[in-house]
């Protein structure tokens, strides 16, 4: 029996030792939880074999967080795992280095596909089954404009200008003000669109226009007459006949540019004292190539483009369970579902008690060196001990051996 116990603290102290060691070897692994050994001590010493192994259990206390410079390294801070597919097997992680595979995947440095929700056709994310995370690299399509914004103030200082001359685009003195608008039309290709304000009177001003330079084709380019009321503010707007611009509601004007049209809405328009003012916005866009990518912390990934504009990619999904101790460790620094973890739920990060991500960054090891070295030296000690326990039985044993000798 005094071999069997002694053999039970040998194997014990060099199972710590393999613990330890292992902590101490992925001291410098991203996103690692560190194990502790257990055992537990018989309650008798008759029949006993001495101590028992327990196993181990991982520790997910918080890692300190490292920045990076690399957009898709993601550490989470707070609970949570991040969920990975290879080959159909589903793992969990809290290893955070990410990169983008040639077909545009977001993967790990082993393959494993990083999954969340991803978006339909017009940018809007789909919750529900997660799917693999991916970055298109295409260019961003041109958007015709539709609907360009005109927010103007007319300086009623300024004096009527009579209808004879008649306007003329090349003579500012014909015009009260003008401002120009840039506009897309469905390739793409950038349209500017002026248009001119002549003062006709206290309450009325005649409004012209020019698409790429060429006035419209009738009424020297009329479009309409803005008529406002006694506190400068639009009241009225009409459009001349013959024209190939049309009113769709009070101070918005429909112009025809190339094969399309755009409405131009001048209904915030007034007229005060004072110096004029163009504040212009416009709801198309020329093509544009991906510039880079950032993630928000919830996980949120959008790409920016050279012509100003952002997409949504997707947005990453965390994982908790209830009882993460449940776990089965895996390969490359993973952990397997189990019926003692239970079953993964999903939710976004910052939801549901979940960490929040940051982006450009990693969450280092919760080793503690310090901590590990003085365990190291202790298991040393019992392993020591032990090997000394069964040299000093193997003397007695041959002792007794020799007595019938």
Known sequence: MAFNIDTASINAASMRLEVIGNNISNSNTSGFKSSQFDEVLATSMKGSSGNKVAGTRQSFTQGNITSTSNPLDMAISGSGFFRVVSNGVTAYTRNGQFMLS?????????????????????????????????????DYLPKATTTAALSLTLDIRKAAIPTTPVFNAGDPSTYTHSTTTSVYDASGTQVDVQTFYVKRSATTWDVYGSVGGNMLSTNAGLMGTLTFNSSGVLASSTTPAA????????????????ASSVNFDMSNTVQFGTSFAATMTQ????????????????????????????????????????????LASAANNQWLETTASGQASLNTAGAGGLGILQASATEDANV?????????????????????MVKKQDQIMQTVVNIGQ
């Open 243 to 258: 024209t190939p611009v049309a009113t769709k509601s009070l101070g918005v004007y429909t112009v025809p540019v190339g």
């Open 368 to 388: 503690d060196l310090t901590s590990e070295m003085i365990k190291m030296i202790s298991a040393q000690r019992v392993f020591q001990a032990a090997a000394e």
């Open 102 to 138: 040639k077909g545009g995947d977001i993967v790990n440095s082993t393959g494993d596909q990083l999954t969340g929700f991803g978006v339909d056709t017009s940018g809007k994310i789909l919750t529900g089954l997660p799917v693999k995370m991916s970055i298109s690299a295409a």
């Open 283 to 326: 709801d198309g866009s020329p093509p544009g190539q991906m510039v880079g990518y950032k993630m928000s912390t919830d996980g949120v990934i959008t790409a920016s483009y050279s012509n100003g504009q952002t997409a949504t990619m997707g947005q990453v999904v965390l994982a908790s369970f209830k009882s993460a101790d449940g």
